[in-house]
């Protein structure tokens, strides 16, 4: 089993930046052989996708946030991180970490807050 925990988010003004950071814990193999990831999920919205990191550091990214947000992966310390920049209202939602493999989600984190506001 792999649990994760998130943390970072906040309030932020438009413009502004944050950082988002998952840290997980449990089987080993398997999170050292799961791609993790972020999504997100604004009020009256489906979840998608932010960005997402394969073990091999494939990097996969949202449109929407191309060129303003990093993820990064530490996989000694089997964190996974989101730097967002050039935040926006429209960027406003829950985080969410994931653990895939393959097209299986093995954890879900419980969310964190990100508001975008003057």
């Known amino acids: 089993q792999v649990q994760v925990v998130e943390s970072g988010g906040g309030l932020v003004q438009p413009g502004g930046s944050l950082r988002l950071s998952c840290t997980a814990s449990?089987?080993?193999?398997?999170?050292?052989?799961?791609?993790m990831g972020w999504y997100r999920q604004a009020p009256g919205k489906q979840r998608e996708l932010v960005a997402n990191i394969t073990p091999s550091g494939t990097k996969t990214y949202a449109d929407s946030v191309k060129g303003r947000f990093t993820i990064s992966r530490d996989t000694a310390k089997m964190t996974v991180n989101l730097q967002m920049n050039s935040l926006n209202p429209e960027d406003t939602a829950v985080y969410y970490c994931?653990?895939?493999?393959?097209?299986?989600?093995?954890?879900w984190g419980q969310g964190t807050q990100v508001t975008v506001a003057s």
């Open positions: 994931n653990v895939r493999q393959g097209s299986v989600d093995i954890s």
């Open positions: 449990g089987s080993i193999f398997s999170i050292y052989t799961s791609t």
